[in-house]
């Protein structure tokens, strides 16, 4: 009988043994980023939800409709990562038609809707395959794989290890406890209120939070464990994948992908000073969930961008596609849009000076864009009030400057300059220059890129005039723009997938054919060492106040002193070893991007000493300055299970520090998250009128009088002089329903509970329903 085996050497056998093999990165990946989600206490069953949410809501119908809209990118890594974009976005929009009609019990029809059209319209069933495949090599998968899992280690490290899930004592940063309870207010309507201050409307960059709720909803999986664990980790890998293919289409060089991923991911800041901590600029900063998701989506946006720089036409349904990804890429973070549209500035005229003809597809593209500002900033203008124009306002927030300029300002403040500048010496405001220049030196892997446009084929290619107006537009916002919260600082995180995708372009311009690995590799080698020496040997490590130019200007001299003697060094040897002849700007590009190895290796080292500790996870909740108990959480916790979605509640919470005093930081967010419903009063510091009377009376936003001084009245008399009248006043006019009060704010009047019905008590917290 003939054998029906395959034969060991088969090419169906070694077809399914290279099919292996290109699963296993992306399969290691997925089981590490489940183990590492079991290891800080996520629920089994909420991870099994969300995770066949995630594939099955966002991932498989986002990547039909790319592939419908764009076409395929001739490999499934690239196309499940602008799948992964493409797929929130149509979820946002079932979102809004859902929750719009009343009918968000239903919303998790709506991505299988999308996928039946794709099985039963019979031109539609092609976008299941790939027609034309194009894989990138095995070694590609392998190096985006092990960068997802440093950015899972990072996440773990810094967002999900740290924080515990409730109910448990524990200080949580605010703005976590803001998105949280933005999200639970967008579960129930698209045109969302204030959640800090029932009534007001919503202006701010919400579709973040509307992303979470939508997820919430399809996945059964509750606010808290999506917002402190589950959302984060696929929209970071998904930036990954879609960061990697902009610099691959840019540098048209696969191994561009995973440098330009390398440098997103892997190094937020180089640190070559033992006494000043530059900022941290990074694709998954833990306090900023609107940052981080809408990275992918500038990312995306960028890649289609490139397409039309270049000449290539990308279809109507390529422009639809495009404007759905900037409307949710202008609608999730500020930033974005600005950094977007510099980009087409720069490129059109550039174009246009090149070729010496109008660029008028690339001008459409800058008048579509200036359309989504236009239509979008009425109803989604949060974090402009209190903004304004002043060089170097970010660096009067770091402790560094103001150890030299004084500290009797309050940053955010001033005219052109800095308020603390005016009362010190011309010698001591050069404080401002030399900590931009350090700042930008340890942004250097992101800079670089910049230097591409000296090279007269990328200065041909408008495709890098567009990259490097984003990387421009997203730092002159960093250095000039004054906003009360330091909010100017995302404008050059928002430039990262543009800076990654450029410095990765300009090393594969520079980098000779063959040896190509070896050049880049010994490049980065060699400058870790040198960043890790210069930190651990060099100088720099005096006092701060009275030494800050040896502390700042040292180690930058040291660097510059290594730069020349290499450079020396290497024109000797080009003359001994024919070989080095055209690789030296290569190895210079990737020492510059090495450079900030040594400071993610340190920070990763304390990360694994907190583990070896015991510290991480925190299972029991750090109780540091701020917190909330357990039995505030759990109080709260029924208040969510128990209270119709509509209800407002009033509390006495208005302080991060809890106990309310006049002057008091009223930045307290946790009782409408917590609670998941929208609040007549809790803190005000983020409302627009607030943030606008930053520095009034010598005061920052977050001290400032609330801007209801009546509507503060009538709560805090609830809580502390509480009359039949009163209560009746809060829920005939305001439609409070609950009052939450906690002892710990402020003293409870007693005779409360017999105005009041008792529904829950625990300790410092206790749930009354008004009659």
Request: glycine share 10%; proline share 6%; aromatic share 10%.
């Amino acid at each position: 009988m003939e054998d029906l085996e395959s034969p060991p050497h088969s090419p169906a056998r070694r077809t399914l043994v290279s099919l292996a093999l290109r699963a296993l990165p992306w399969v290691l990946v997925a089981a590490f980023l489940l183990a590492t989600l079991e290891w800080v206490g996520t629920p089994s069953r909420a991870l099994l939800r969300y995770g066949v949410y995630w594939v099955a809501a966002v991932v498989v119908p986002g990547v039909l409709v790319f592939r419908a809209l764009r076409g395929s990118r001739g490999n499934l890594p690239e196309d499940a990562g602008f799948g992964a974009v493409t797929g929130i976005a149509v979820n946002l929009a079932g979102w809004a038609l859902a929750v719009g009609t009343g009918l968000g019990d239903y919303l998790w029809v709506w991505p299988l809707l999308v996928i039946a059209v794709f099985v039963a319209v019979p031109g539609l069933r092609r976008h299941w395959r790939i027609a034309e495949p194009q894989p990138l090599p095995l070694i590609w998968s392998w190096l985006i794989a092990a960068i997802m899992v440093l950015s899972i280690v990072m996440i773990a490290a810094w967002e999900w290890g740290p924080n515990p899930l409730p109910p448990v004592t524990h200080t949580l940063f605010g703005d976590i406890h803001y998105h949280w309870a933005n999200a639970a207010e967008l579960r129930r309507t698209i045109l969302p209120q204030q959640p800090q201050m029932a009534g007001e409307p919503l202006k701010y960059h919400w579709f973040s939070d509307a992303y979470r709720a939508s997820a919430s909803m399809i996945s059964g999986v509750g606010i808290p464990v999506v917002m402190l664990r589950l959302w984060t980790g696929p929209v970071v890998l998904t930036s990954v994948l879609v960061i990697a293919a902009l610099a691959r289409q840019a540098g048209r060089v696969w191994w561009t992908g995973p440098v330009a991923a390398f440098v997103a991911v892997a190094l937020p800041v180089a640190s070559i000073w033992p006494r000043f901590g530059s900022y941290p600029v990074t694709i998954e900063p833990w306090y900023s969930p609107t940052l981080t998701f809408s990275i992918p989506f500038v990312a995306a946006v960028a890649a289609l961008l490139i397409d039309v720089a270049r000449g290539e036409r990308i279809g109507r349904g390529g422009w639809i596609l495009g404007g759905l990804l900037l409307l949710v890429a202008t609608c999730s973070k500020s930033s974005s849009l600005p950094v977007l549209l510099g980009g087409l500035m720069l490129a059109s005229a550039a174009t246009w000076w090149i070729r010496r003809r109008r660029p008028d597809v690339l001008l459409a593209a800058t008048a579509g864009t200036l359309l989504v500002l236009a239509v979008t900033a009425p109803f989604l203008a949060g974090g402009g009030s209190g903004a304004g124009i002043q060089i170097g306002a970010t660096f009067s927030f770091k402790g560094e400057f103001l150890a030299v300029a004084g500290r009797d300002t309050i940053p955010g403040t001033g005219g052109l300059f800095p308020t603390q500048l005016a009362a010190v010496p011309w010698s001591e405001r050069m404080i401002l220059p030399a900590v931009a220049v350090c700042f930008m030196i340890s942004q250097l892997s992101r800079l670089l890129g910049l230097f591409g446009l000296l090279r007269r084929d990328l200065r041909a290619d408008p495709a890098a005039w567009l990259l490097a107006g984003m990387v421009l537009a997203g730092w002159a916002g960093t250095l000039l723009i004054n906003h009360t919260a330091n909010g100017q600082l995302y404008f050059a995180y928002s430039a990262i997938p543009a800076s990654a995708a450029l410095t990765a372009w300009l090393l594969a311009a520079l980098a000779p054919a063959r040896r190509t690995a070896v050049v880049v590799l010994s490049g980065l080698v060699l400058g870790g060492i040198v960043g890790a020496l210069i930190w651990r040997f060099g100088p720099g490590n005096l006092p701060f106040g009275d030494y800050w130019r040896s502390n700042l200007g040292g180690p930058l001299l040291i660097l510059a002193a290594v730069i020349a003697v290499g450079a020396v060094l290497w024109r000797l040897g080009r003359m001994r070893w024919k070989g080095l002849a055209g690789a030296g700007l290569a190895v210079l590009v990737a020492f510059g991007i090495g450079l900030g190895v040594n400071t993610t290796v340190r920070l990763m080292n304390g990360t694994a000493q907190s583990v070896a500790d015991g510290k991480l996870p925190a299972r029991k909740g750090a109780k540091q300055q701020f917190w909330v108990t357990s039995a505030e959480m759990k109080a709260a916790a029924w208040l969510a299970r128990n209270a119709p979605t509509e209800d407002i509640v009033a509390t006495n919470v208005h302080c991060e520090m809890v106990r309310t005093d006049d002057k008091c930081i009223n930045r307290s967010f946790w009782v409408s998250a917590h609670t998941e419903h929208a609040v007549l009063l809790e803190g005000w510091a983020y409302q627009p009128a607030t943030q606008s009377r930053h520095g009034d009376d010598g005061l920052p936003y977050y001290r400032q009088p609330s801007p209801d001084p009546e509507r503060r009245r009538l709560n805090d008399e609830a809580f502390s002089a509480p009359t039949a009248a009163g209560l009746a006043e809060l829920r005939d006019r305001y439609g409070v329903r609950w009052l939450y009060a906690v002892n710990r704010a402020s003293k409870i009047a007693p005779e409360l509970d017999q105005l009041a019905t008792v529904r829950f008590r625990a300790t410092s917290v206790t749930v009354f329903e008004l009659r």
